[in-house]
C-alpha cells in the first residue's frame, strides 16, 4: 500500500508538470493514459476505506483492464518515432495495434480460455502480455535504430521508463510461474507497485522539461551522408505513403 501510494503521488506530479510543461499536447496518449491510472488508483484507495468487502473484486477488473491499457503507451511511443512523417506515424500506428491485436488473440487470449486456477490463468495472463509488450518495444526500437531516428531526453525517458516497468513485470511472472503462486502471494506483488514507482519516476525526470525536437535536416547534416540518405529514404517513402493514403 506504501509503495502504491508513492507511486500514486509520483503520478500527480507527472500530470501537474506535463499541464505546467503543455506536455500535453505532445504527448496525448501517454497522459491519457496517466490520467486514467491516477483516477482509478484514487477510486480504489477511495473504495478501500469506504466499502472495503468490494475492494478486491474492483481491484482485479481494474488491474486486467490496466493490462490492455498500458498498449497505448506503445502507440505513443510509435507516434513520437516517426513524429516528422505524418503517413509514417500512421503507418506505425497501424503496425502497433495489429501486431498487439494480434498477439494478443494468438499468445495472450488462450490463458483466458484455459480451464485452469484462476490464480494461475491471471499470472500467465499478465506473464503473457508483459512479454507482447517487450515484443513491440523490440520492434519499435530496431526501427528507430535502421532510420537513424534521434528520439530526444523525452522519448528516450518514455521507452526507458517502460521497458524497465515492463521488464521487472516479466521477472515477476515468470518467477512465479517457476516457483509456484504462493511466492507471488509472499513476496513478489510487492515488486508490481516497485515497477510502477521506478517507472513513472523515470518519466518525471525525462518529461520534467520539454526537450526540442530534432529537425531532419540539422540530424543529417550533424550525422554525414549515410544518416542524409536514410533521411531522404524516409521523406520518399512518406510522400509515396501520403499518395496511396489520400487515394
Known sequence: ????????????????????????????????????????????????????????????????????????????????IFR??????????????????????????????????????????????????????????????HYDSHLGRNVGGLMLGFSVYVAINIAIMASAEFFGSAVYAHTLWVMEPLATALCVSVWIISLWNVSPLPVMGTVSTAAGSDSESVALELVRFNSELSKILNK
Not at 85 to 95: I, Q, V
Request: proline share 4%.
Open 1 to 80: 500500500m506504501t509503495i502504491g501510494f508513492c507511486a500514486f503521488l509520483l503520478n500527480g506530479l507527472l500530470i501537474f508538470r506535463g499541464g505546467r510543461s503543455r506536455l500535453f499536447r505532445q504527448f496525448p496518449l501517454l497522459y491519457s493514459y496517466i490520467v486514467y491510472s491516477f483516477c482509478v488508483v484514487l477510486g480504489l484507495y477511495l473504495l478501500y476505506w469506504l466499502d472495503r468487502p468490494m475492494y478486491p473484486s474492483a481491484y482485479w477488473v481494474c488491474y486486467l483492464v490496466g493490462i490492455l491499457v498500458e498498449f497505448t503507451v506503445l502507440v505513443e511511443i510509435s507516434d513520437q
Open 84 to 145: 516528422l512523417f505524418p503517413a509514417l506515424r500512421a503507418l506505425g500506428r497501424a503496425l502497433t495495434i495489429v501486431i498487439s491485436v494480434g498477439l494478443g488473440l494468438i499468445y495472450v487470449l488462450p490463458t483466458i480460455l484455459s480451464p485452469v486456477r484462476k490464480s494461475v490463468t491471471l499470472l500467465d495472463f499478465t506473464l503473457r502480455a508483459s512479454v507482447t509488450k517487450t515484443v513491440i518495444l523490440i520492434v519499435l526500437f530496431c526501427v528507430a535504430r
